[in-house]
């Protein structure tokens, strides 16, 4: 007996770890799949109702709200019981779900799809944070980037999924029959939730205390290692390709291609599809995600393909560059998220990604915004203007770490 004590202890911790990233791969499917229905769902939904003004209007209030709450969030993530911060977040998620099915029914959906990106919104802010908290105490240190690419795996299946089905069924039923799906898996996260995230719930070793104050720590912290503050930069510019792309596509598809709910439905998917297929080869080459400096490079191509595709007008090509875009935001996130996870402190990891959340919320608002503040509807000059923007950003931060010697 003695002899197998020392083998039986490890192979317990790595059966403990496969429940774990299994549970997390789960709900990520599971809510990613969400996600992908609600882009579909509402995107489509405010450009019939309104315009591409009224969809910029929606996501801006969403990234607001993620903004805004961002602040309170990552302090009480870091602070509070990391399992009933989790469980709140996806309950303000479900109420967002209910507030989309009343305006899939009535007449007027528009004050509703706003109450549904907010409360979606807070929800999503709060799940962040938790989660990357639950990972770092399941997983060790060293296989953590596997996970994050794994994870981002489910993520775009999740996405392509839900982009799928929610084209499929805007063809063949009524709007609220994609809600309703929403509204099931909501109930599925919160089953994984309850039945494996309990062990890692981080009871609260400090007290709430003063919220701005231990904001204030935490952005010292990020401050005081510049390779994990350029992550998260990184991520907010990454996510900036995507934000563009759900403010503008819907009012692409119906004005420059003059084509229908199911050519939308094609890019959306040919934009999971890209990721899905880039995560795998790198889930497979796992070297290809090692370099510090592989995500700048990204970047950079991310902002080329947006100035090719506002540049076409061939549907296969458009479809073609629509999936290397998505492969390269899929890409590029998944080994953010890797970094983060390795770089930050598990008592500062609420306070991270929530910094990271506010990166994204603000360039989303003036992403957002920007066609209603300027007044146009010409997706090509937002997709050229911005892709430069981007490829720039990502040679500057290149050179600078360059410079600075990490590899």
């Known amino acids: 007996m003695t002899d197998q004590a020392p083998a039986t202890l490890p192979a317990r911790h790595l059966r403990h770890r496969a429940t774990i990233e299994f549970a997390v791969m789960a709900f990520s499917l599971a809510s990613f799949t969400t996600i992908g229905l609600s ?210 596509v819907p009012g692409f598809v119906r004005d420059s291609l003059q084509q229908g709910s199911d050519v939308y439905g094609l890019l959306e998917m040919a934009w999971a599809v890209g990721g899905g297929a880039t995560l795998a080869t790198a889930a497979v080459r796992t070297r290809l995600s090692g370099a510090h400096r592989r995500e700048l490079v990204i970047l950079i191509m991310a902002g080329v393909a947006m100035v090719a595709f506002a540049s076409s007008r061939s549907l296969p090509l458009l479809v073609a560059i629509y999936a290397i875009l998505g492969g390269m935001f899929a890409w590029g996130r998944a080994i953010c998220d890797g970094r983060m996870l390795v770089l930050a402190k598990n008592e500062e990891i609420g306070r991270v990604r929530a910094a990271t959340s506010m990166v994204v919320s603000l360039l989303g608002m003036a992403i957002y915004i920007s066609p209603t503040v300027i007044g146009s509807e010409d997706a090509i000059l937002y997709y050229v203007s911005w892709g430069v923007v981007l490829s720039v950003a990502g040679a500057v931060m290149l050179g600078l770490c360059a410079r600075a010697g990490w590899n």
Not at 60 to 73: C, G, Q, R
Not at 124 to 140: C, E, P
Not at 199 to 220: C, E, F, H, T
Request: glycine share 10%.
């Open 39 to 248: 882009l579909v769902v509402t995107s489509w939904i405010a450009a019939v109702e309104g315009s591409v003004f009224l969809v910029g209007q929606l996501f801006f209030a969403s990234s607001t709200t993620a903004l805004v709450f961002s602040i309170y969030a990552g302090v009480v993530t870091d602070r509070k019981n990391r399992l009933l911060i989790i469980r709140q977040g996806q309950f303000l998620r479900i109420l967002g779900v209910c507030a989309l099915v009343v305006a899939t029914l009535g007449t007027s959906a528009a004050p509703w799809l706003f109450a549904y990106a907010v409360l979606f919104s807070l929800g999503t802010v709060l799940n962040a944070g938790a989660l990357d908290g639950i990972v770092q105490l399941a997983v060790d240190e060293q296989q953590r980037m596997k996970l994050a690419i794994r994870v981002s795996i489910c993520r775009q299946l999740g996405i392509l999924c839900g982009t799928g089905l929610g084209g499929v069924s805007f063809h063949h039923l009524p709007a609220i029959w994609p809600v309703l799906l929403m509204a099931m898996l909501m109930m599925v996260q919160f089953v994984i939730i309850s039945l494996f995230f309990a062990d890692y719930q981080n009871a609260p070793s400090k007290q709430p205390g003063d919220v701005i104050s231990a904001w204030k720590g935490g952005l010292r912290a990020i401050l005081g290692q510049p390779r994990l503050a350029f992550t998260i930069l990184t991520i907010g510019l990454l996510f900036s390709a995507s934000q563009m792309a759900n403010v503008l």
